[in-house]
């Protein structure tokens, strides 16, 4: 098989077609098997609990040694209590290091969006999706049932079209 850069094998791709274009693009499928499988998985199968936290005061320096290292996109930022108050993107950090006089000064709070859009374990897959879809971001962080200010994972778009490839690959294996 083909390997492209995404992982996913061209023989794959064109077998699934329409499916496999719809879901790479985080158009929701609302009806048939699609919806049915990605009903049928929870965030919390899924998501990757290895989430890099910035606190708040951090200054951009340390920012930028800390991203550095990471492959995430996205870093929820939090209080002393560990309660997520923002979230930066990479984007953001990009943005912040091209002006000047910025890496001086700014501190995580001053670059964190404070309306951060979440996951919960229990959300199945097909609303993940949704989000992802409305959002058009590549990861959303995962907090705790019952506290919307503790992040405990984060779920990546790719990681759920991964598992959906998998998942139609196996059922279609069966058939």
């Known amino acids: 098989m083909n390997e492209p850069t995404d992982g996913i094998p061209t023989e794959i791709k064109s077998f699934f077609g329409k499916e496999y274009y719809l879901l790479n693009r985080g158009i929701n499928i609302q009806h048939g098997k699609a919806t049915s499988i990605l009903s049928a998985m929870f965030v919390r199968d899924v998501m990757t609990q290895e989430v890099v936290t910035i606190p708040q005061e951090m200054p951009f320096k340390k920012i930028l040694e800390i991203v550095s290292y990471s492959r995430h996109l996205y870093y929820p930022v939090v209080d002393r209590e560990g309660d997520m108050v923002g979230i930066i993107s990479f984007s953001d950090i990009r943005d912040t290091a091209q002006k000047e006089g910025m890496e001086e000064t700014a501190l995580a709070r001053d670059l964190a969006t404070p309306d951060v859009v979440t996951l919960k374990p229990n959300h199945n897959l097909n609303e993940a999706l949704a989000k992802f879809s409305e959002l058009d971001v590549e990861q959303i962080p995962v907090v705790k049932v019952g506290d919307s200010k503790k ?15 998998r998942e139609i690959l196996i059922s279609e294996l069966k058939t």
């Open 151 to 165: 992040v405990i994972g984060l779920l990546r778009r790719s990681d759920v079209q991964a598992v959906y490839n």
